[in-house]
Nanobody
Framework: QVQLVESGGGLVQAGGSLRLSCVAS??????MGWFRQAPGKEREFVAA????????LYADSVKGRTTISRDNAKNTVNLQMDSLKPEDTAVYYC?????????????????WGQGTQVTVSS
């Protein structure tokens, strides 16, 4: 049974940093991604990483402030977020895809975690 469990969310002041982690159990996936959903908004893409970590993709809104990485030995994908802004406040979800291509689309990810709350105060 596949399970994704996120951790690392919390409350941080603007300009601060957080490191989110997602542990996948059951199998190793070709592509892992992070998405976020703010109140009243649709879930949006944040970042994705290929199975070997050699390719990454970022949303323009986080590019330069965020780094996605993975450790396949631990079946873990991490999201390091720096220079956080109040507009980064959202529930962050980890997604897993069997596809080899990196995708910004929700429907390309077959499995999801329960989410972790990130709140950035001004």
């Amino acid at each position: 049974q596949v399970q994704l469990v996120e951790s690392g969310g919390g409350l941080v002041q603007a300009g601060g940093s957080l490191r989110l982690s997602c542990v996948a159990s059951g199998r190793t996936f070709a592509t892992m991604g992070w998405f976020r959903q703010a109140p009243g908004k649709e879930r949006e893409f944040v970042a994705a990483i290929a199975w070997d970590g050699g390719r990454t993709l970022y949303a323009d809104s986080v590019k330069g402030r965020t780094t996605i990485s993975r450790d396949n030995a631990k079946n873990t994908v991490n999201l390091q977020m720096d220079s956080l802004k109040p507009e980064d406040t959202a529930v962050y979800y980890c997604g897993a895809s069997r596809n080899l291509y990196l995708s910004r689309t929700n429907s390309d990810y077959s499995f999801w975690g329960q989410g972790t709350q990130v709140t950035v105060s001004s």
